[in-house]
């Protein structure tokens, strides 16, 4: 599925929890996917609220974001295409609000430079040293659609099983998407992953486009070209659908109509039914989006036992590395004005609340760069989840999470840690602690022993 590493084999790691009887390992012989990154969106003129912060509170939301030191260092910004004719509901503006008559028709783009408030989020995060810039439109516009709106679902005139009177507007939404990367590219952000559906799986009263695999396929044979033709080498993504089980059956349906071939990348997203077994695919899988969208704002991580908690996401993204063979995580948002609890920083008038989310996705997304390889990591202890990524430099992230509660405490040895790595560096977050970095821990002959507390998260950083 994927190509390892060309680096020099390490030595076997091995790990025992002495106090409790339990093994835990790490093989960095045996290696997994390739990681694309960790990141999140600002779409739905979200960004405009980090925009319209003091200075020092948008720098400080920043530097959460994206910051390698003082926040999650995060490596990836989806950003939505636009299909509304207006912002009205905090929609996402269109390039193209009104219909030129026809599919055949010469399109009468309207660009204004900011996009929702994106192309200053996007500028920002290419500051920081991001580099993947993953675009997806939730609909088209509505004259290209069955329904004549961008919302409450409809489809793509010109798919298998559409009639439109206006005619068959592929073409013309192909043209709309390699327009927006343009209009991207001039203002010096190159798009890198590109994706033409949201959820296709639902119909809802904001921007939405239904599709099922063969009719993305129907498109896909459209779209490709026509970004090929205009010079673009932008991976294509598909198709976001709300859950894992939907999404297998939109893949299984893809790759029946011939469609798999022209997409680079799977996407699926974690609400409707969670990451569970990798997709039978050969392509890169990525979680494009999911939050908690049914609870209050909470920052915790770990009060109530909430799906909400930051120690929650923690063991979210650790499984969905481990258990569905992902390559990037992507969260809803990064950061909002908000009362709900769908963000990983609540925006309230002028302060900055990071939650516990945002540090449990940060104990990963700090330390497991883009180009990263998961390697093996496993434990007897069933409180005690573990997952380890060698990056290209050769450092080894471990990531340990105790979820045992009071009187579960681990000592934690871990032998073989070879190359010339004379110190561990662990981080730990839990109720008391935000990333912090701990005091460095002595490596002799490959070994090291250390600690995790209850309800905790350590991540050990070892370098050579």
Known sequence: MYTPLLLPLLAKLA???????????????????????????????????????????????????????????????????????????????????????????????HWDGKDS?????????????????????????????????????????????????????????????????????????????????????????????????AQAADFLKVLVPTLRKAGLGTNVVCCDATGWLQQGDILYELQEAGGEDLVNVVSSHGYQSQPSLPFNTDRPVWQTEWANLDDPWTAAWDHLGKTGEGIVWANYVQQTFVQSNVSAFIYWIGAENSTDNSMLIRLNGDSVEPSGRLWAMAQFSRFVKPGAVRIAASSTKEVLHMSAFENTDGTIAIQVINNGHV????????????????????YLTNSDHDLTVLKKVSVENGNFVSHIPARSMISFVLKK
């Open 15 to 109: 790990a025992t929890v002495s106090a409790q009887g339990a093994s835990l390992s790490v093989d960095a012989t045996q290696r997994f996917q390739t990681v694309d990154g960790f990141g999140f969106s600002e779409a739905f003129q979200r960004a405009n609220q980090i925009i319209d912060l003091p200075e020092a509170s948008r720098k400080r939301t920043l530097d959460l974001l994206f910051s390698d030191t003082e926040g999650a260092g995060f490596t990836i910004l989806r950003n939505g295409i636009g299909s509304s004719p207006n912002s009205n509901n905090d929609w996402m503006n269109s390039i193209e609000p009104v219909n030129p008559g026809s599919p055949s028709a010469p399109p009468k783009y």
């Open 117 to 213: 408030g994106q192309v200053w989020m996007s500028k920002q995060a290419k500051k920081y040293g991001v580099k993947t810039f993953y675009a997806d439109a939730w609909s088209a516009p509505g004259y290209m659609k069955t329904n004549n709106d961008d919302s409450n679902g409809g489809y793509l005139c010109g798919i298998r099983r559409t009639h439109c009177s206006s005619g068959d507007w592929k073409q013309a939404f192909a043209n709309y998407l390699v327009k927006y990367l343009h209009l991207y590219e001039q203002s010096g952000i190159p798009i890198t992953h590109v994706g033409f559906l949201n959820e296709p799986d639902l119909n809802i009263t904001y921007a939405s486009m239904q599709s099922d695999g």
């Open 407 to 426: 009187g579960t405490e681990a000592s934690v040895s871990i032998k073989g840690a070879s190359g010339s790595a004379k110190h561990v560096q662990p």
